[in-house]
Every structure is written in C-alpha cells, then in structure tokens.
C-alpha cells in the first residue's frame, strides 16, 4: 500500500512527522507538504510563480506552495506510482464546522479527492496527543483496506486531545456551525501605518448533538463525510421559479 501525506502546518510540523511515523508501520508513505506554515490557504493553487520543490530527507518533500499545490503536483508530476490514499494533516487544531472552508489541510485532502484518490482529513482539536490522532488515522486506513468506505466522499476527522484510552469512542456527525467572527484588529506598524489582523472564529452557534463539536466536547472522534458539490439542490427548484418571474 501507498500513501501520500501532506498538510499545511509545514513539512516541519510536529503532526504531519507523527502521522508518517503512524503510517509508515502500515504502508510506504510519501510526503509533499508546505515549506512553512500555509494554514487557511483554503483551496488556492500558485498560478503566477513556479513551484520550487526540495527533497529535505528521503521520501519527505518540501513545496514552496499551498497545501493544493502540494497535492496536485505530487499526483500529476512528482510521483511515478498512483497512491492508495491522499492522508491530510495531522492538523494542529480543529477543522470544525464552517472552519472547513478556509482549512489548508482539507483543501489538500479535496485536491487528491478531485485527482481521483481517496482522501482523508484528519485533525488533533489541540496540540498535545498527536500520537492519538496519528493511531486513529492507522486505524481508518487499515479498515478501509479491510471494508472500503461505502460512499464516494472525503472523510474529516477530528480527534480529542488526549491519550488514545481516553477517547470515549467514535461517531459519525455533521458540520456544526459559528456565528459571524470577530472584528478585524487594527495596530499600527513602528512607523505609524495602520496594520489589521483577522479576528478570532465566532462563538459556535449550531453545536449540539449530531456535530462534530458536540462528538469532541464528549471526548469522541468525530468522523464527518465531505461532499464537494456546493449545488443547493433543494433550492433549484425554487430558484428556477424566481427566474422565470424576471423579464428578459
């Protein structure tokens, strides 16, 4: 079995190390990740620059880009082998509720999804027990051997932080949701310049049982299939009504 691993704390990053660690017990593993820390890069490819790639220890590559640039290179250029699975993280912090839409490390595990491989997400909602996170990942892998995933969707996994005989167990939820985040926070340079910094997340809004909130604040992991077609469906009808109203 092969994998590819990426990420976007960085090549660095204490997670994506103790996940290739986890990982490479059960399959060859090959990472392709960020250079430095490219979190909230969401889904963005470098279109207007080349991508600069380093080999900083066998089988470990370093990109000078997102973490999408990252995948989508690995699979169309770098590697000479088709991977089994496209493994994202281990993130340093939650990949919760609306907070999927600016993650780097789901954007990752997306790009392999669009490339046609299977893909996983997979996050430690702290930074201690990575070796946690990076055990239930071996786990996922060696059952889908066992039992491939049913469905045709990328799977977002956020592990609690703690040891591994801690977790009371799994659960399969669905996004929660935030309220609107915080202002902007607004300094000035050493030279007087105003400078802003985006705000801290807002306050969770729709975390109640059945959300991948809820599952880590009761010490589950939370398991949450991804879909990547943003298509309201229940709505084209509607829409289809409103259009028709308007003169053209």
Known sequence: MRILISNDDGIFADGINALADALSEIADVVVVAPDRNRSGASNSLTLENPLRVREVSPGRFAVQGTPTDCVHLALNALLDFRPDFVVSGIN??????????????????????????PAIAISLVGQTHFETAAAVARKVIQNSLLSPLPVNKILNINVPDVPESELAGWEVTRLGARHRAEGMIKERDPRGHPIYWIGPPGARQD?????????????????TPLQVDLTAHDSLQAVDSWINHIEK
């Not at 340093?92 to 509720?97: I, L």
């Not at 609306?98 to 491989?117: M, N």
């Not at 059945?210 to 880590?216: E, K, L, N, R, S």
């Open 207 to 223: 975390a109640g049982p059945g959300t991948d909130f809820f599952a880590v604040e009761q010490n589950r992991v939370s398991v």
């Open 92 to 117: 340093h912090g939650a990949n919760q509720g609306d907070d999927v839409l600016y993650s780097g490390t789901v954007a990752a595990a997306t790009e392999g999804f669009f490339l046609g491989v």
